[in-house]
């Protein structure tokens, strides 16, 4: 898949969306398989949450190193952990993305634009990890429209409703109420 030139800031529009948070809409329309974006991340660490004492010092000292602006960025994300080691770890574990792979091993990585994407367990995006350069590539799983909200799924949407919904309880620290988790929470009942 080729590669585009991308512009300086992501194709969408970061707004507040009551009871989720910061939300992304897109810009632009992609269709199915398009890629939408490409990041590299702000913050990389050798390692995965949870985080030991001595690796939340690094987290804190690697977010000290960041220009303001990035510093200014980062600090602007959710933390749903207020009982990390340190405001900058809690930040970076609610919205790091897990890389495992041959390159870098077990570690986590800080992509700010990527992380305003909420939640569904109908996304209309799905990510992709290129070791190489680093980037984290974001594509279109289905035709987008410009203003619709772009969603991710931060767990494995294969999984039962119940363990997806555990596991964002556990990690993020919310229920799910996507239309998939209620749907299929009902069936199960039902």
């Known amino acids: 898949m080729g590669r585009k030139a991308w512009p300086a800031t992501p194709p969408w529009q970061t ?11 897109s810009l632009q329309s992609f269709g199915e398989e398009e ?6 991340p702000m913050v990389f660490v050798p390692f995965h ?7 939340a010092a690094e987290v804190d000292r690697l977010v000290g190193l960041l ?3 990035d510093k200014d960025v980062l600090f602007s994300a959710a933390n749903v952990h207020q009982d990390a080691p340190s405001e900058a770890s809690g930040i970076f574990y609610t919205n790091s993305f897990d890389m495992q792979d041959a ?4 570690s986590c990585a800080m992509y700010c634009n990527l992380a305003r ?3 569904s367990c109908n996304p209309n995006t799905r990510q992709e990890y290129d070791k190489e350069t680093m980037h984290m590539r974001l594509f279109a799983v289905r035709r987008i429209q410009a203003g619709e909200q772009l969603f991710d799924s931060y767990v494995d949407i294969e999984q039962s409703v119940t ?9 993020f620290r919310f229920h799910c109420d996507c239309d998939t988790c209620e749907a299929e929470a009902a069936a199960a009942v039902g």
Do not use: C, M
């Open 15 to 25: 707004r507040d969306v009551e009871g989720r948070g910061k939300a992304a809409f």
């Open 35 to 40: 890629e939408v974006w490409a990041e590299t």
């Open 49 to 55: 949450w949870p985080f030991t004492p001595s690796q």
């Open 67 to 69: 220009p303001d602006e």
């Open 103 to 106: 390159y870098h091993g077990t």
């Open 117 to 119: 994407l909420n939640h």
């Open 163 to 171: 363990t997806r919904r555990k596991e964002l309880a556990e990690i």
